[in-house]
């Protein structure tokens, strides 16, 4: 017969090294600290490259166009606005709410190949689509030499 050491704090080091983990940035994506601070809500975003331009789709249902407010500086895009809060209904001392209320806020660094003064955007069933037109690359020139 073996005997075995009883260790109980080793199931409470377990259990925190589990709760650490869950809650670690880099299992929670590109949701950074300052992100979080600012936003009752981030809308899930995707981008896609094609060959004249990039597409941005962020998921925003229920946001009136009017407060969502884009802007450009620096090299990065940003998105923020909120969707209102409605009225709460409640039936028997029952309430249920879903859906997250509140500001949102998200941030990208865009490429060097972006063109910022003719970013456009637009709202569809929810789904706001900003497009980033690509710039002319810089073609090359001959310099002549004088004497």
């Known amino acids: 017969m073996a005997l075995t050491r009883y260790e ?44 004249d331009r990039y597409v941005l789709h962020a998921d925003v249902p229920g946001v009136d166009p009017k407060d969502i407010e884009i802007t450009m500086e620096n090299g990065v895009l940003t998105l923020q606005g909120s969707r209102n809060e409605e009225k709460e209904e409640e039936r028997k001392n029952y309430k249920r709410v879903e859906r997250v209320r509140g500001t949102f806020y998200r941030r990208f660094t865009l490429p060097d190949t972006a063109d910022s003064e003719r970013i456009a955007a637009r709202v569809q069933n929810g789904v706001l689509e900003v497009t980033i037109p690509k710039q002319e690359p810089a073609r090359p020139r001959k310099i002549a030499v004088e004497a």
Do not use: C, K, M, Y
């Open 8 to 51: 109980p704090w080793s199931l409470v080091n377990q259990l925190q090294n589990e709760i650490n983990r869950l809650f670690d940035p880099r299992v929670l994506g590109d949701r950074d600290e300052a992100t979080a601070a600012t936003s009752d809500w981030i809308p899930a975003v995707d981008i896609r490259e094609e060959p």
